[in-house]
C-alpha cells in the first residue's frame, strides 16, 4: 500500500497525526534517539553544518543539539511537523533551523553541510535516486550521509518490535509493522540506488530490523 501512494507524491504526516506523532515520539522513542545522537556525534565537530531531513517531531536533531556546537538544519515535507518541530526545540531551548522542502528538490547550495542524516523515512520517497542524487550535491566534501531504514527481508517479529517502541501493541503493531516493511528497500535495491550515484564510498551495517547506510563524499 505504501509503495502505491509514494508513486504518486512523497509521503508526509499532517494534521492530527502529525499531533499524534509528536506524543507518540516523545513518550516513547527519545531514549532510541539519543543512542542515534551519540552515532552521529562521532562523525561531526564543533561548527559543522548538519542537515536532518524528515526529522518528524524534532527530538532527534534536539537530542544532537546537545551534544555540541552544531548548526543544524532539519526539513521535512510536512508543514504541520515543521511547526510541531519548531515548537518543540524553543521548548528545548536549542536552536535549529526547521523548514519545509522537498528531498527530491532541497532549497540548498551545493556543498552546504557537512552530515545529512535520514532515520526512518528514505521509503517514503516518491523518487529515491533523485533524493540520493540531492544529498550528494548539498554535501560537503568529506561529509558523510547516514541512512537508517528497515529492511524489506526483515523478519516480521522485527518489524513488528519497531512498531512496538513508537507506542503500539497487538495487531496494531502487527500491521503498522507489515505496512513499513513493504514499502521498504533490500540490501541489493540500495546498493543498486547508490551504483547510479556519484557516491563511490559506502558501507552498509545490518540490524535485525534494518540497515545503517554511511555514504561518503
Known sequence: MMKFFKRFQDLGIEGDKAKYYDQMT????I???REQANEVNKYIKDGDSVLEIAPGAGYLSI???????YKITGMDISNDLVEICTKNAMEASVQIDFLQGNVSNMPFQSDTFNFILCVLAFKNFKEPLKA???MHRVLKLGGTVLIMDLNRKA??????KVAENMGLKGMAAYFAGLIQR?????????ETFISQTEFNEFTIKETNMGFSIYLHK
Open 63 to 69: 537530542e544532537l543539539s546537545k551534544l555540541g556546537n
Open 26 to 29: 516523545r513518550e516513547h522513542r
Open 31 to 33: 531514549g532510541e534517539m
Open 182 to 190: 513493504s514499502g521498504s528497500y533490500t540490501r541489493n535495491e540500495f
Open 155 to 160: 523478519s516480521m517479529k522485527a518489524t513488528k
Open 132 to 134: 540520493l542524487e540531492e
